[in-house]
């Protein structure tokens, strides 16, 4: 295992690599692209720092198309060194052009980026942990690690089984249980924690410091977090190389939301698509909503709070790049919005009714706050709206139990089937219950 050193960068030490080092988005102090994610200086968050010129110098439209079926026909924008990075067939999920939503919503030009059938463990989190991991391998990280709501600990399981990596993984003890066992699969070393995120994500950074791992989402969080803006980038190609109206993303700790735009903006940087006004708007519980608050108040500051929604996978309390996203929905015109757990299920049922797409609470979420945002005519019907859809539904059965129905059990004969099919007709389906004829 590597410990590796904090060690400032020469700004006149630069090489032809597009990755040019760290950088603080606070002060700006600039560091060497070690696993680091805090300034020394103000204790600012660290991200990624580029040489867009070696970038412009590389890439084409056609060189990205050329390249392969997954987040790294996008190496170039990405935080590696290495030409054979871990490609387990991550991104280029589908874009869907919907109908029946759209319609339902009354929107002309809706689209679904629906990461849950994203490749290995159905969650946008496999896009994040496959440039986080390469990039330990990088650095001569043999165990890796994470703090996790479950997505992110199923896709660093998988992802360092392919990787031949060891792997200890660290979960809130009251998780669901699809989430669990498609963590134990790959047989990592799991720790689930008797708390809630944010108390198992102060553990870890203990556990860090003092066994030297690589966190995923601590001292690798600078790498990692680029991940996600390949879900910017794929929006753009497969719009045909044009940047949507607008976006709306679930929220948790604001990176997924921030790095989308960075991907739109780098995109522009070194010419691939034009640029353009795109309104960003923001999606949590209400059981968890410190970010919409903030919004709703017009804070400069999150107040932490103390999780209390079924949407667990963007529960996190005391959000790192809460404020980021406050200030970039107010920046672009966007809007933040909670909305109940009932509305989430609600959520999850209306997507899959309208577009035959099974989502996680994050998506039912993202999907009962687009609804609200129509409703209170925050979106017009003539944009260009992209939703993210980041995980599947079979990972949290337990959410829409006792919401969905129940099977008409009947005998094997067609007499039985008619009386059956009968009854369905005249119930509301919201309201079925099990019935034997």
């Known amino acids: 295992m590597t410990q590796a050193t904090q060690t400032k960068i020469n700004p006149n030490n630069l090489t032809c690599s597009p990755l040019a080092g760290l950088k603080c988005k606070e002060c700006g ?30 890439v084409t439209r056609e060189t990205i198309q050329a ?4 987040i790294w026909r996008y190496r170039d924008f990405l935080p590696v060194t290495s030409e054979e990075p871990i490609d387990v067939g991550t991104g280029m999920t589908p874009l869907i052009k919907s109908t029946r939503l759209a319609r339902r919503l009354g929107l002309k030009n809706l689209y679904i ?30 165990t890796v690690s994470c703090a996790s709501t479950g997505n992110l600990a199923n896709s660093t399981a998988a992802i360092a089984a392919h990787a031949g990596l060891d792997c200890c993984v660290f979960i809130p003890s009251d998780l669901e249980a699809g989430k669990v066992l498609g963590t134990l699969i790959y047989n990592p070393t799991v720790m689930a924690v008797k708390g809630n995120y944010d108390q198992v994500n102060r553990l870890c950074c203990e556990v860090a410091n003092t066994h030297g791992w690589g966190f995923v989402n601590i001292n690798l969080r600078p790498y990692y977090s680029e991940g996600s803006k390949t879900l910017g980038f794929e929006v753009a190609e497969q719009l045909g190389w044009k940047l949507p109206d607008h976006i709306v993303a679930p929220l948790a700790s ?22 353009k006004a795109v309104k960003f708007s923001g999606a949590q519980a209400e059981g968890c909503s410190p970010i919409a608050q903030a919004f709703a108040e017009n804070r400069d500051f999150i107040t932490p709070v103390k999780p209390n929604t079924i949407a667990k996978s963007i529960a996190i309390g005391n959000p790192a790049d809460g404020i980021y996203a406050v200030e ?27 577009e035959g797409i ?8 993202t999907i009962a706050v687009l609804q609200k945002l129509v409703a209170e005519g925050k979106i017009d019907p003539e944009e260009i709206t992209v939703v993210y859809i980041t995980g599947n539904g079979l990972k949290t059965q337990e959410a829409v139990q006792g919401y969905i129905g129940e099977p008409f059990t009947i005998e094997a004969k067609l007499d039985s089937f008619e009386r059956a099919y009968e009854r369905a007709q005249t119930l509301d389906r919201l309201d079925w219950e099990p019935v034997l004829v």
């Open 29 to 58: 102090a600039e560091y060497e692209a070690k696993a680091i994610h805090v300034c020394e200086l103000c204790f600012g968050p660290l991200e990624v720092k580029y040489n867009y010129d070696v970038i412009k110098s590389r």
């Open 67 to 70: 390249g392969p079926n997954s």
């Open 113 to 142: 980026k629906n990461d849950a059938v994203n490749m290995p463990t159905l969650s946008f989190k496999d896009r994040v942990v496959s440039v986080a991991l390469t990039r330990a391998k990088e650095l001569g990280f043999t």
């Open 254 to 275: 604001g990176s997924l939301y921030t790095k989308i735009y960075k991907g739109f903006q780098e995109f522009v940087k070194v010419g691939l698509v034009e640029d």
């Open 328 to 354: 970039l929905a107010q920046k672009t015109g966007g809007h933040i919005a909670a909305v109940t757990d009932a509305e989430i299920i609600a959520g999850i049922k209306l997507l899959a009714e309208t």
């Open 358 to 365: 099974f989502t996680e609470t994050a998506g039912g979420t």
